[in-house]
């Protein structure tokens, strides 16, 4: 079985990648090939890593979904103003069980408000916006821009 390993010069920062068959793996380093100023070092690289992290970090969260909330289906638009559909697989089961069970009407008395909380003032991005255009919330973006403007 083939390796490739990578080679660094540290004279002059050359680099090279050698496929070394199983019989030359404990070869000593090749001399460089740019200055001739002796024996290269192994240049370790860390392993490639499959998919983006965006990609694992959704599946990770369907994961979760899934099997902690029974959620068979959701979809996640991404886009400001668009609400996100969610399917459960037992529509009356949407909490998975916990220690939360024996306090489940406190549970749903904190869901409630919060719920109620969410109707009367928004997200919690509509709050920060309507304080921004309300004057309650100094703009810190535009602040900083303004200081760099004027230093420049």
Same mark, same amino acid.
């Given at each position: 079985?083939?390796?490739? =390993?990578?080679?660094? $010069?540290?004279? $002059? ?18 001399? $460089?090939?740019? $200055?001739? /100023? ?9 392993? /490639? ?6 990609? =694992?970090?959704?599946?990770? /969260?369907? =994961?979760? /979904? ?6 068979? &289906? ?8 668009? =609400? &996100? ?44 916006? &309507? ?22």
């Amino acid at each position: 079985m083939p390796i490739v =390993r990578s080679y660094f $010069c540290e004279a $002059c920062a050359y680099t090279v990648e050698q496929t070394l068959p199983a019989e030359s793996w404990e070869a000593p380093p090749p001399e $460089c090939p740019k $200055c001739a /100023a002796g024996r290269m070092g192994q240049d370790y690289k860390p392993p /490639a890593i499959v998919g983006s992290t965006r990609a =694992r970090a959704v599946a990770e /969260a369907e =994961r979760i /979904a899934a099997e902690d909330y029974g959620v068979s &289906n959701m979809w996640i638009e991404g886009k400001e103003g668009v =609400r &996100n559909k969610v399917e459960y697989k037992e529509k009356a089961k949407v909490f998975p069980p916990s220690a939360w069970n024996g306090n489940r009407e406190v549970l749903e008395g904190a869901i409630a408000v919060g719920r109620q909380t969410r109707q009367q003032y928004g997200s919690g991005l509509d709050v920060l916006q &309507n304080a921004l255009k309300s004057g309650a919330q100094p703009d810190l973006i535009e602040n900083s821009k303004r200081r760099m403007k004027d230093r420049w």
